[in-house]
Nanobody
Framework: VQLQASGGGVVQAGGSLRLSCAAS????????MDWFRQAPGKEREFVAT????????YYADSVKGRFTISRDNAKNTVYLQMNSLKPEDTAVYYC??????????????????WGQGTLVTVSS
């Protein structure tokens, strides 16, 4: 499945943004979807995951209570609603697809595809 992330931009601290990740193909609902981010000079960081039907979600501690992951399988799209943004949320955000759900990030699970990334900049 090919992924296209969008929705990034510049926002002031405390503001909100919603990222979208549109998938091509007819098998979107058979993939677990994750969001990652990579800040300048830092390693890529797991942000959130959502199971095939959206029943189960899991968040990194750094975003728990502020970010919400959701999906619309009819639209082949996964979303990341980001509220109460902080300057430390500044990063390029990537969506990724995988077959297995693990909750917390599991480095042994291979990813089927990655989006191209969308830049989120939070100003103080």
């Amino acid at each position: 499945v090919q992924l296209q992330a969008s929705g990034g931009g510049v926002v002031q601290a405390g503001g909100s943004l919603r990222l979208s990740c549109a998938a091509s193909g007819r098998t979107f609902s058979s993939y677990v979807m994750d969001w990652f981010r990579q800040a300048p000079g830092k390693e890529r960081e797991f942000v959130a995951t959502i199971s095939w039907s959206g029943t189960n979600t899991y968040y990194a501690d750094s975003v728990k209570g502020r970010f919400t992951i959701s999906r619309d399988n009819a639209k082949n799209t996964v979303y990341l609603q980001m509220n109460s943004l902080k300057p430390e949320d500044t990063a390029v955000y990537y969506c990724a697809s995988k077959r297995a759900y693990s909750g917390a990030y599991d480095s042994s699970i291979e990813y089927a595809g990655w989006g191209q990334g969308t830049l989120v900049t939070v100003s103080s």
